[in-house]
């Protein structure tokens, strides 16, 4: 059984890229229908059996809460395990313990980016400030002695519990590819439901067979999406099971095997993979903050750091307006147009 979760971070600011995260982990099948031990998938296709509770499973190794003895990873939505005044830390382990148990050593920024996301690259290449300064730090706030402690404890209880990290991946939006996205379909929210949709074919054309269930938080305050799937899965019948407020359900079928996607408020609190996928996309969108503005305080010594929010984002485009017109840096390419 596959388990999938599909967030976002940097959907509402105004400077800054967009990320998509999504994560799947593979279980045990659990007893019940379609699984050896429930009776196999005919040319109907069965209900999937219950999922387990991740955060029940891996109680050993993580958890929702921060602890102070460092025993276990603080898993959670991105927001309960980061802050600007606790710093990335907390974060920037957990999530570069489960991408060492993925694909084993992550050494640099460059190399968790090129991991989860092999076209980030040229795309971050037209952002001047994208680019590693000379003295970046990695991991930039973790203990890299403690997380590879860590990585090696994560690994070695989901071996003991016959779970893995079978997917780990982000889209990356800087600024550029954003706009020219915002100027072809004139919505924002449609543009990101097309980044999430990326990560479900992917997830749909791997897993689609091994009993997947799929969890996302809302996109963009969207409530129906049975039709958006329907045409994105023409080769898959597809079944709404409940839209109502906050929860929308489907059930992909096709050849005896069935795939259940959800959509649902505050996915990151109730489905372990939404959680991962939410503190992913924020970690790689903090990290590519601080190139920002580690580019910028270099070309302005003693400017004010930006979380690219609105309000801030609009002081900061007033404090680097002449330097921005010194350096030639258009709107385009620096300031989000939705």
């Known amino acids: 059984m596959i388990l999938a979760g599909i967030d976002e971070a940097g959907y509402g600011p105004l400077l800054g890229p967009l990320l998509v995260g999504c994560c799947a982990i593979r279980v045990p099948d659990p007893p019940g229908p379609g699984t050896p031990d429930g009776g196999g998938f005919g040319e109907t296709a069965l209900p999937l059996p219950e999922p387990p509770d991740l955060w029940h499973t ?94 090696h404890a994560l690994a070695a209880e989901m071996t003991r519990l016959g779970i893995a990290v079978a997917h780990l991946a982000a889209k990356v939006a800087p600024e550029r590819y954003l706009n020219r996205m915002f100027d072809i379909t004139r919505n924002k929210s449609s543009v990101l439901f097309s980044l999430s949709a990326a990560h479900l074919d992917h997830l749909l054309r791997t897993f689609g067979e091994q009993q997947l269930i799929i969890h996302c938080d809302r996109q963009g305050g969207r409530e129906h999406y ?17 839209e109502e407020d906050g929860y929308s359900g489907y059930e992909l079928r096709r050849a005896g095997h069935v795939v259940q996607i959800v959509f649902r408020e505050k996915a990151e609190a109730q489905w372990m993979p939404v959680a991962i996928a939410s503190m992913l996309a924020k970690y790689l969108r903090e990290a590519l903050m601080g190139r920002f503005n580690a580019w910028w305080t270099a070309q302005m010594p003693g400017i004010t750091p930006t979380a690219g929010y609105y309000t801030d984002g609009m002081r900061f485009l007033t404090d680097v307006e002449a330097k921005r017109k010194e350096l030639g840096i258009e709107d385009g390419e620096m300031v989000r147009s939705r």
């Not at 460092?70 to 990335?88: A, C, E, F, Q």
């Open 58 to 151: 891996l109680r050993g190794i993580a958890g929702k809460s921060r602890e102070r003895t460092g025993r276990k990873l603080h898993i959670n939505d991105s927001k309960l395990v980061y802050t600007p005044d606790r710093g990335l830390k907390e974060l920037e382990r957990s999530i570069l313990a489960l991408a060492g148990a993925w694909v084993g050593k992550i050494d640099s920024l460059d190399a968790l980016l090129a991991a989860v996301d092999p076209q980030a690259a040229p795309l971050l290449q037209e952002h001047r400030w994208y680019a590693a300064g000379g003295d970046e730090k990695f991991p930039i706030e973790a203990d890299a002695t403690s997380l590879r402690l860590m990585v």
């Open 226 to 242: 049975g039709g958006l799937l329907r045409l994105m899965f023409d080769e898959w019948s597809l079944v709404v099971v409940k």
